[in-house]
């Protein structure tokens, strides 16, 4: 018999908090339980928990909550998982609401130097396209994905993710520490010291990784008794990098199934998530790039120095020359920069050719047959 968490797609988590979470934390308690084998259905909000509809505005963006990102349906106690096993996530389907957004805010996504306000596209959701009236002849295929999947670490995990995190921080980098503000559960230990869900970890979590479609496959380690599996953040479709910092976000339904290699990841040594696809992860004519335009991208600053193989900046190099191009054709800079986040591939070109890795930023031109 096929288990499920249905939402109310009107409440907020922490209207239901009983239904799921926004923090990582081995304390949080099962939802449900279920079988390896067993179809389970969850149902889910999108990145910014109801927070963002077809009226918000950008000036309305200044007021969002930003430490609720990521509500997470969820736990489900995958019966007889344990710690050392390797847990298969089967993506049976991913099924959009009819709405999405895609925004980029001061501070975030990629390139934070170059975008300092806010931005939002709404989009209309269809089994096959999405349109947005800020992207006119724009016409966006059907890529649905979760972006945040995972399991909860162990308490010794926690520690030692927080530790090298506030490491982190320490030295400049940029790290969302752990905050009990708008926490779900909103109160002791997962509160104060729940890992947030913005950076994937070893545990999965807000991977985006846009080919996690429906048959696609998803092996995590297993830290805790029970697995304890949680998602959410549908994406309806992604370019690979989401550069300004979201796709086309959406609530979504996933339909999964589990697997248990037991003792695997233990015996095998492994660490870090992996994922698979029997075919396509998305039909053929989208998956592969038939019809396209590229930039490239390599580590050579705008003041005109080179840096040592470093792909971050050919990835930006890459970005840059995308909405450059994109503006020659009309587009605004605020267009372009979400064009490149929901449909621009950034691809490996070389890494090899030193000091001048090369990343490309691949353009599908079939999206303005809207």
């Known amino acids: 018999m096929a288990k499920s968490i249905e939402i109310d797609r009107k409440k907020r988590l922490r209207e239901e908090p009983h239904k799921g979470h926004n923090r990582w934390h081995p304390d949080i308690?099962?939802?449900?339980?279920?079988?390896?084998g067993e179809e389970v259905t969850l149902e889910t909000r999108d990145a910014n928990d109801l927070q963002i509809h077809a009226g918000t505005t950008a000036k309305d963006l200044e007021k969002l909550e930003r430490t609720v990102a990521h509500p997470l349906t969820g736990p489900v106690y995958v019966k007889g998982a344990e710690p050392g096993d390797l847990l298969e996530i089967e993506y049976l389907d991913i099924v959009p609401e009819n709405y999405g957004w895609t925004r980029?805010?001061?501070?975030?996504?990629?390139?934070?130097?170059?975008?300092?306000?806010?931005?939002?596209?709404?989009?209309?959701?269809?089994?096959?396209?999405?349109?947005?009236?800020?992207?006119?002849?724009?016409?966006?295929p059907n890529g649905a994905f979760m972006g945040t999947a995972g399991v909860a670490p162990s308490h010794e995990q926690l520690k030692k993710w927080n530790d090298r995190e506030m490491d982190l921080l320490a030295r400049g980098g940029r790290v969302f520490p752990p905050?009990?503000?708008?926490?779900v559960p909103a109160q002791g230990k997962v509160a104060e010291e729940g890992l947030r869900t913005i950076p994937p970890r070893e545990n999965c979590?807000?991977?985006?990784?846009?080919?996690?479609?429906?048959?696609?496959?998803?092996?995590?380690?297993?830290?805790?008794?029970?697995?304890?599996?949680?998602?959410?953040?549908?994406?309806?479709?992604?370019?690979?990098?989401?550069?300004?910092?979201t796709a086309i976000e959406m609530g979504a339904t996933?339909?999964?199934?589990?697997?248990?290699?037991?003792?695997?990841?233990?015996?095998?040594?492994?660490?870090?998530?992996?994922?698979?696809?029997p075919g396509f992860f998305q039909d053929p004519k989208h998956a592969m790039p038939r019809n396209f335009i590229?930039?490239?991208?390599?580590?050579?600053?705008?003041?005109?120095?080179?840096?040592?193989?470093?792909?971050?900046?050919?990835?930006?190099n890459a970005v840059i020359h995308m909405i450059q191009l994109l503006e020659e054709r009309g587009w605004t800079?605020?267009?372009?920069?979400?064009?490149?986040?929901?449909?621009?591939?950034?691809?490996v070109s070389n890494v090899v050719d030193v000091p001048n890795v090369t990343v490309s930023a691949l353009l599908p031109e079939d999206i303005f047959k809207g």
């Open 29 to 36: 308690a099962p939802v449900i339980e279920a079988a390896p």
């Open 104 to 140: 980029f805010a001061p501070g975030g996504g990629f390139l934070p130097d170059l975008f300092d306000h806010h931005f939002v596209a709404h989009w209309d959701i269809t089994p096959e396209y999405a349109t947005s009236p800020q992207l006119p002849g724009v016409r966006i």
């Open 179 to 183: 905050t009990a503000a708008h926490a």
């Open 205 to 245: 979590g807000n991977a985006d990784v846009k080919q996690l479609t429906r048959g696609s496959k998803l092996f995590v380690p297993v830290a805790v008794a029970g697995a304890l599996y949680s998602v959410g953040d549908g994406h309806y479709a992604q370019g690979d990098s989401e550069c300004c910092g």
């Open 254 to 277: 996933a339909v999964v199934r589990f697997k248990l290699h037991k003792d695997e990841a233990r015996t095998k040594k492994i660490v870090w998530p992996r994922f698979s696809h």
């Open 294 to 316: 590229a930039t490239m991208g390599m580590p050579i600053t705008a003041e005109g120095r080179n840096e040592n193989c470093d792909i971050s900046l050919a990835a930006r």
């Open 333 to 347: 800079r605020e267009q372009a920069y979400v064009l490149c986040s929901v449909a621009v591939d950034l691809r």
